[in-house]
């Protein structure tokens, strides 16, 4: 009997353990497909500029003030700390340092995903449901190409330059509260800023930020993609544990890349 | 017997523990319009499927022209896809596209014709199917009618050699139902695709389809013609035709084929031991193709209706009507001889009216003939001898034409 019980939780481990090997190299495969396919022709230009506007410009805002109030917190944050040994001057280098290498990327990405990703997945699942992707099929139009592809490159141009605009709000924000609230010396904030920052802070950030673009459509378009194949939920509910995994799993999958790129990039 | 554009061979198919499909054996002929019927949930869709290759069997094969699908390279198999559509039972339209942009999309993304052409193409298939005025409006803002129309155009709209229909009726009023019937029984014969259609709506789809066949417990029970369904001797298929088939045809309120026959027996049975002679009379729509071209077929179907309307009301106490078809009438008049029944009907023809077949849509160009064919009974003579012998007496009973 205890035999039977243990060869039993082996076989549920074994099962699962393979059912995510599955779904890994299922999505490894989507990506690729998803990929490859953004370059063959006709261009679905259209498609394109529509994913850049839902992605990025929609995005905009909700950027820029996330960005700012980082920012904020961060050169109040800094301030009170540094100025216990006597360093707050160094307020700049420490507040665009943690938002060129770390916060921009992953703050810009966690967000993305909460606005666009989780859309995406209830828009693809609710697609797939309502069998309008085996429509696609039906019709000989490639569904990765027409509903992940223009999703991809449009992910993989925004994340950057939402991740910019990020670091750049996130600066001025600090800027406000260590120089005008807390009357740091503003040619001292942004001296430091310009001496320390270098090169390859920048590139790792931009790094990051193609990195979590990528995730985060693959993520959230391949959840909404097989909604037809959960087992825990159909229609509606399938739709939303759809939505549901893609926002957790993006979100975690990127703080463990984010750890996995700054080991590997410093 | 020429060789089937499309076999499926002892298919199987489960879902889990679900048999779904248990040995499926199918033969489908290029330019004719198989209708498949069954219980609902029977997995006739899932046939359906399997044909354009959304789903895959677990064991059988499926074979196009001679060849199994499993033998063919990608490119043959997108070439292969490319000659088929298919009409989803719930339209799967498009939801954030406008009822434009559904239709056009897979002449758009497969780049099959200039954009002119495609914006030509697409109004003229929006037109054909009585949708108009619609093209900015997403589906969830038209009735499920239109939806179902809309989902018909996108399937019709690349001209496809074959068809697979999925319940394309289900939902629709009984002039739209008929329209879309007229309609694929019309472009199956202009166009000579092959047409797959799923549906209930018997006896309505016998007017349409060459061939029936009916799905029962995962495998085809029967297939064959609508004459041999409607005459085998098999409980299962008599248990399901007659609870399903109505007594009276839901657009011209007249009894339905089945019915027509039974009372044609018992005028038979009266005039064998009796002596009762009665007169058949065979009406035909004539011009119902150009009706359908010029002004869509749904207006076919509403001129059919009211025309079908004016001889019920003109009917004497013992005639009755039946709808043999999608545009032939049968009128059985008990006690009459043909004289009689000549008689009978030119009194009908007299009392017509323009306003009464064309009601308010009456336009310049509309024209409307019917032919009628008068026929009186002999002891020996069956209702399609008779039927026969009524359509080659056939002449012009009612013309109308506006200019």
């Known amino acids: ?89 160094m307020l700049g ?125 693959l993520v959230c378009c391949f959840q909404g993609y097989t909604t037809h194949t959960r087992s825990e939920g159909f229609g509606a509910r399938g739709v939303s544990l759809s939505t549901t995994t893609a926002v957790v799993m993006s979100s975690v999958l990127i703080l463990v890349f984010d750890y996995v790129l700054t080991s590997i990039l410093l | 017997m020429p060789e089937p554009l499309i076999q499926l061979e002892n298919v199987h198919k489960k879902f889990g523990d679900q048999v779904i499909l248990n040995g499926v054996d199918l033969s489908i002929y290029g330019g ?37 699908i499993d033998d063919m390279k990608k490119a043959e198999r997108r070439a292969l896809k490319n000659r088929f559509s298919y009409m989803f039972q719930g339209t799967a339209l498009f939801d954030s596209m406008p009822v434009y942009d559904n239709i056009a999309l897979p002449l758009k993304e497969r780049a099959l014709l200039p954009g002119p052409e495609i914006k030509d193409k697409v109004y003229e298939k929006m037109s054909q199917l009585d949708l108009h005025d619609i093209e900015e409006k997403y589906p969830s803002q038209i009735s499920g009618g239109m939806k179902k129309r809309v989902a018909l155009a996108r399937a019709l709209v690349t001209d496809p050699e074959i068809v697979l229909f999925d319940e394309p009726t289900t939902g629709l009023d009984p002039i739209r139902k008929n329209a879309v019937h007229s309609m694929i029984c019309d472009y199956q014969s202009k166009f000579g695709f092959t047409a797959v259609v799923v549906s209930h709506e018997i006896p309505d789809v016998f007017y349409i389809s060459q061939r029936i066949a009916m799905l029962d417990r995962g495998r085809i029970h029967f297939q064959g013609t609508p004459d041999e369904i409607k005459n085998i001797d098999d409980p299962v298929v008599n248990e399901f035709v007659k609870g399903l088939e109505a007594e009276q045809d839901d657009l011209t309120g007249m009894d339905t084929h089945t019915y027509g026959e039974q009372k044609f027996q018992i005028e038979m049975e009266q005039l064998r031991s009796n002596g009762t002679v009665f007169s058949l009379v065979l009406f035909k729509v004539d011009n119902m193709e150009e009706i359908n071209n010029k002004w869509g077929h749904a207006e076919g179907q509403r001129v059919l209706k009211n025309f079908a309307e004016h ?18 009438i049968m009128l059985l008049m008990p006690d009459t001889k043909i004289d009689g029944a000549r008689h009978v009907c030119a009194r009908m023809t007299g009392n017509l009216k323009s306003a009464d077949v064309f009601g308010d849509s009456l336009r310049a160009g509309f024209s409307f003939s019917v032919s009628a064919g008068f026929e009186q009974a002999h002891p020996d003579s069956s209702m399609e001898e008779m039927l026969e012998r009524a359509k080659s007496d056939q002449n012009k009973f009612y013309d109308f034409r506006t200019c």
Do not use: W
């Open chain 1, 93 to 217: 280098a420490a507040v665009s340092l943690s938002l060129i290498r770390e916060l921009g990327p992953t703050l810009t990405a966690i967000m993305i995903t909460g606005r666009a990703g989780s859309a995406m997945a209830a828009e693809i699942g609710i697609m797939r449901i309502s069998e309008q992707v085996d429509a696609l099929v039906t019709m000989d139009i490639n569904p990765v190409r027409f509903l992940a592809s223009p999703r991809i490159a449009a992910a993989l141009i925004s994340f950057p330059l939402l991740t910019a605009l990020f670091d750049v709000v996130g600066i001025m924000g600090g800027y406000l509260t260590g120089s005008i609230l807390l009357g740091i010396n503003p040619g001292a904030y942004f001296g430091r800023i310009e001496s320390s920052v270098v090169m390859q802070d920048i590139s790792s950030g931009f790094i990051k930020s193609v990195v979590f673009g990528a995730i985060v459509v």
């Open chain 1, 1 to 89: 009997m205890h035999n039977m019980s243990l060869k039993t939780i082996l076989q549920d481990l074994g099962a699962r353990s393979i059912a995510v090997l599955q779904e890994m190299g299922q999505m490894g495969l989507f990506f690729i497909q998803a990929f490859v396919l953004i370059f063959s022709r006709p261009f679905q230009v259209s498609k394109f500029i529509q994913q850049m506007y839902f992605i990025g410009a929609k995005s905009v805002f909700v950027i820029f003030l996330t960005g700012g109030f980082t920012g904020m917190v961060l050169g109040l944050q800094g301030y009170y700390t540094l100025v216990k040994f006597g360093s707050e001057g």
């Open chain 2, 32 to 68: 004719e319009v198989l209708t498949i019927i069954g219980k609902s949930g029977g997995g006739k869709s899932v046939l359906l499927k399997h044909v354009i290759g959304l789903l895959t069997p677990d064991s059988g094969r499926i074979i196009y022209e001679g060849r199994s």
């Open chain 2, 311 to 328: 001889i019920t009301n003109n009917l004497r106490h013992n005639d009755t009507c039946s709808r043999l078809g999608l545009n032939r």
